[in-house]
């Protein structure tokens, strides 16, 4: 497999990564190239810290490689900036032959990569990584983050040899299957944003707590606020374990409309009746959530939840004269059932496409396998045969030396015969004279 790794590195962090990642891949006969992305101009660190405030890129040095396709995989690396690094924007922007190439994201961070990896900060990392991929048609099989601070959670720590060694065997054999990719890998992908949703939450509720009490106008008591904050806490804990342990990952989203309808809910409860009506529409936000991931069943699952907890408040207060069950309800219903209805039917096609996709992948993958055996039966077959030329020819140079041979015998014997005949014919004359000079002499 040949290998491109790709990186800029400002202070060296992201540099040590791809060195390891070269490492590992040399390891397993791989044929490796590295280009190092160059910034036009390099910044200090104050300067990037504004540049990518405002910019999405910057000018580059023109690369060694400025074409990909004869690669088999491309790994490309970049500092966590809140977003992906500024020159490695611009290289993923100019490069050419990213269509359908398997690609790998690694990156180094400041900060814990584990905790890193839930919040804000490197979900944007990631996703404007996925932004500029996505548009130039490559495919991105895993990302990695590991700091450049914390030894323990470095590349050179057991964690991150995990982590080096997880990310390659994910690369040498891409996407076992596209279906399973989408039922799994999205599955974590959704998790992720909504443990990144809850944490922005539990931020920004307690900055707006703090801020409200400071200026002695709080929407909520303090142990209101607690008890909120320590529902959406657990929530937040329990989706962390179950997406760092990889274990019953479909669960999170379950876990999250769980947290979020029951946080709003409470939140309802306590606002009661000045802030209450207006924050139901928190419902119609969380469906709206849900219908983007496409999964009918957690759109049916929160669907259920709202009309709980619609039923639960209307049973509590009634008389408060903000809830309007029999107007929401019905509109809370249909649209679920609606919603579920289309995302089911996506779903469906979405994975009959998979399945379409795959199976001309298998295929492809077969006839490729055929054609290179062919094409060595064929070579084979060419080598023989120029052999066989070669010996035939030598058989019938050969022959026509034996041919020349002969012939120059034959003409050789030809002409003794000429030769023998015109002594004979000398020898006959000389006879004939010497017989007439005999008769002479006796005559006489
Ligand atoms: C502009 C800028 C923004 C950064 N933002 C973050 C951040 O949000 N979170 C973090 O953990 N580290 C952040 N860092 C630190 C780098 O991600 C970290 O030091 C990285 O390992 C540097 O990689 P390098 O040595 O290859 O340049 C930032 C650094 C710069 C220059």
Same mark, same amino acid.
Do not use: M, P, W
């Given at each position: 497999m040949k290998v491109l790794i790709a990186y800029y590195s400002k202070?060296?962090?992201?540099? !040590?990564?791809?060195e390891a990642l070269e !490492?590992?891949?040399?390891?397993?006969?791989?044929?490796?190239?590295?280009?190092r992305i160059k910034s036009a101009k390099e910044h200090s660190f104050l300067g990037w810290w504004h540049l990518r405030m405002v910019k999405s890129d910057c000018d580059i040095q023109p690369p060694k490689i400025n074409d990909v396709s004869q690669y088999d995989v491309v790994?490309?690396?970049s500092p966590n900036w809140t977003r992906l690094s500024l020159p490695v924007a611009r290289y993923l922007r100019e490069v050419k032959g990213l269509k359908y190439k398997n690609i790998g994201f690694f990156a180094s961070t400041a900060a814990w990569p584990q905790i890193e990896w839930y919040i804000l900060s490197a979900y944007l990392l990631d996703l404007t990584f996925a932004g500029v991929v996505n548009k130039r048609g490559g495919r991105i099989i895993d990302s990695i983050l590991l700091s450049s601070v914390f030894k323990k959670w470095s590349w050179a720590s057991d964690y991150g040899r995990k982590v080096i060694k997880n990310f390659c065997d994910k690369l040498e054999n891409p996407i076992p299957s596209l279906k399973k990719y989408f039922l799994e890998e999205r599955e974590i992908e959704n998790s992720r944003l909504l443990v990144v949703i809850l944490s922005i939450i539990l931020l920004s509720s307690l900055l707006l707590q703090i801020f409200t009490w400071l200026i002695g106008k709080e929407f909520l008591t303090w142990s209101e606020y607690f008890y909120l904050f320590l529902i959406e806490f657990i929530a937040y804990f329990a989706m962390l374990t179950i997406l760092t342990g990889r274990f019953f990952a479909f669960l999170g989203k379950y876990l999250a409309s769980l947290a979020l309808i029951a946080g709003l809910t409470i939140a309802i409860l306590f606002l009661t009746p000045t802030l209450g009506r207006p924050i139901i529409f928190g419902y119609i936000l969380i469906f709206i959530l849900f219908s983007f991931f496409r999964d009918p069943k957690s759109i049916l699952f929160t669907a259920g939840l709202v009309v709980l907890a619609y039923f639960y408040?209307?049973?509590?207060y009634p008389s408060e004269g903000i809830l309007l069950p029999y107007l929401d309800l019905p509109f809370i #219903?249909?649209?679920?059932?609606? #919603?579920?209805?289309?995302?089911?039917?996506?779903?469906?096609?979405?994975l009959n496409l998979l399945g379409a996709q795959e199976e001309t992948e298998i295929a492809k993958a077969a006839l490729e396998v055929r054609v290179l055996a062919r094409t060595?039966?064929?070579?084979?077959l060419s080598e023989s045969l120029e052999e066989q030329v070669k010996e035939r020819t030598k058989k019938?140079?050969?022959k026509m030396a034996e041919l020349e041979r002969f012939n120059k015998l034959s003409v050789g014997r030809e002409l003794k015969m000429i030769e023998l005949k015109e002594e004979i014919k000398d020898l006959e004359k000389e006879l004939g004279n010497s017989k007439v000079k005999n008769q002479k002499n006796n005559k006489t």
């Open positions: 202070s060296g962090g992201t540099e !040590k990564l791809a !490492k590992e891949f040399r390891s397993r006969g791989h044929a490796v190239d590295i280009e790994c490309i690396g408040l209307f049973f509590n #219903v249909s649209s679920a059932a609606i #919603v579920g209805f289309v995302a089911k039917n996506l779903q469906d096609h979405y060595r039966e064929l070579k084979v019938l140079e050969e």
